[in-house]
């Protein structure tokens, strides 16, 4: 099974940080890693697809970057609606797998 | 507007058997594979099944393999999971998702998901 490996686990920031939160894959998955952002009592949200392809209507402040291992998830100006958990997962093959979460809090 | 709705949770004992259930909408249900994660109090995501969008194929996870099966009727446009010799690990808030695009056999990115039905299994 692919392991996936996020940090930090939770992070404090302010409205207007830039937020950087990454994700390690345990072998190469190309750029099969998609995003989610979950709030609480809520289910996951896509946000960004195949390492970089923000899902409709998602902010353009959220990006992401990666290949092979190693990616990125960024949000700029960070906006109050954006305190949230954030989960990475892989779609390279099953069993699909999650990061253990990254939870965005407010300084 | 794209929609799912699951039901079936509930309080079983270790050993005992559920039937979940996804009801979809504002979409054309067969076109896609769907899937289950679930999730335990205060944890993480772990995926649990996917099936084809005309239920030819399908996948599980280790940890549910021989215990759960997926199950579509695209006529009733419902997904199911048939869950058995449930334990206590099994406890969690479990989603029916969709994959996010048409794509044969299945994607496995995730769009939208329902709101969750939580099983409690006790010891």
């Known amino acids: 099974d692919i392991q996936m490996t996020q940090s930090p686990s939770s992070l404090s920031a302010s409205v207007g940080d830039r937020v950087t939160i990454t994700c390690r894959a345990s072998?190469?998955?190309?750029?099969?890693l998609n995003w989610y952002q979950q709030k609480p009592g809520k289910a996951p949200n896509l946000l960004i697809f195949a390492t970089s392809r923000l899902h409709s209507e998602v902010p353009s402040r959220f990006s992401g970057s990666g290949s092979g291992t190693d990616f990125t998830l960024i949000i700029n100006s960070l906006q109050p609606e954006d305190f949230a958990t954030y989960f990475c997962?892989?779609?390279?093959?099953?069993?699909?797998?999650f990061g253990q979460g990254t939870k965005v809090e407010m300084k | 507007e794209e929609q799912l709705l699951e039901s079936g949770g509930g309080l079983v004992q270790s050993g005992g058997s559920l039937r979940l259930s996804c009801e979809v909408s504002g979409f054309s249900f067969s076109s896609y594979a769907m899937s289950w994660v679930r999730q335990a109090p205060g944890k993480g995501l772990e995926w649990v099944s996917t099936?084809?969008?005309?239920?030819?194929?399908?996948k599980y996870a280790d940890s549910v393999k021989g215990r759960f099966t997926i199950s579509r009727d695209n006529s009733r446009n419902t997904l199911y999971l048939q869950m058995n010799s449930l334990t206590p690990e099994d406890t969690a808030i479990y989603y029916c998702?969709?994959?996010?695009?048409?794509?044969?056999?299945?994607?496995?990115?995730?769009?939208?998901w329902g709101q969750g039905t939580l099983v409690s299994v006790s010891s």
């Open positions: 998702a969709k994959d996010a695009v048409v794509v044969v056999p299945w994607a496995g990115w995730f769009d939208p």
């Open positions: 099936i084809t969008g005309y239920g030819g194929s399908t």
């Open positions: 997962q892989q779609s390279s093959s099953t069993p699909y797998t």
């Open positions: 072998q190469s998955i190309s750029t099969y």
